[in-house]
């Protein structure tokens, strides 16, 4: 079955900095890999998520690039504001078979 | 506004009693998942159903039941509960041929 690997488990950056979390997965057939963001004491929600017809997606200061043949993906944050500290979650799955596999998490903190 | 609501929010028990966690929706969503979420684990496949009369496994059902009462209504069990149980549970839901999940706000667990 997939396994997906994500690192950092932990990031700190300075409040303006860029932020990096990379994932892997090891499934060749997953072709949907969405990116969920939890404050703390809430619940996971939706930030960006990516096909595997295409690389990079943006949306204001997010963008998320895929690697097909590294089997990895990755989410950028620009411009690092303190509402973006978080726990971050990949995850993968087959397109359609509506069934993810998460990533252990990345605790993003950014300092002002 | 249509949501995800789980019940209890917080529950405190002692090893080897059964519990029920309580999830209901108003999205009018077909598919529905239970997680957990460890520290350094990320979330967690349980169980999932895709309508009333279809349930799945998940990574990690062993010591857990569920129960899809209705389209809108999915609970776990857990019927002799154990220290290791104490986690944070989510329930969840997606559309049909829709990839994103929607998340309720979480059961906190304690097992004594």
């Known amino acids: 079955g997939e396994n997906v690997e994500q690192h950092p488990s932990t990031l700190s950056v300075q409040e303006g900095d860029s932020a990096v979390i990379k994932c892997t997965y090891s499934?060749?057939?997953?072709?949907?890999f969405p990116w969920y963001k939890q404050e703390l004491g809430k619940r996971p929600q939706l930030i960006i998520d990516?096909?595997?017809?295409?690389g990079e997606k943006k949306d204001q200061r997010i963008a998320v690039t895929l690697n097909k043949t590294a089997k990895h993906f990755s989410l950028h944050i620009t411009e690092t504001q303190p509402e973006d500290s978080a726990v971050y979650f990949c995850?993968?799955?087959?397109?359609?078979?509506?069934?993810?596999?998460f990533g252990q998490g990345t605790r993003l903190t950014i300092n002002p | 506004d249509a949501d995800v609501t789980q019940t209890p929010r917080n529950r405190i028990t002692k090893t080897g009693k059964r519990i029920m966690l309580e999830c209901s929706q108003t999205?009018?969503?077909?598919?529905m998942y239970w997680y957990r979420q460890d520290p350094g684990l990320g979330l967690r496949l349980i169980y999932y159903?895709?309508?009333?009369?279809?349930?799945n496994k998940g990574e990690i059902s062993d010591g857990y039941s569920v129960s899809r009462q209705a389209q809108a209504k999915f609970s776990l069990s857990l019927e002799s509960a154990i220290p290791n149980q104490t986690a944070l549970y989510f329930c969840?839901?997606?559309?049909?041929?829709?990839?994103?999940?929607?998340f309720g706000p979480g059961t906190r667990l304690t097992v004594l």
């Open positions: 159903s895709f309508d009333v009369k279809d349930i």
């Open positions: 969840a839901t997606s559309a049909p041929a829709r990839d994103e999940q929607f």
């Open positions: 499934d060749s057939a997953s072709n949907y």
């Open positions: 990516i096909r595997s017809n295409v």
């Open positions: 999205k009018g969503h077909d598919r």
């Open positions: 995850a993968a799955s087959v397109q359609g078979a509506q069934k993810l596999v």
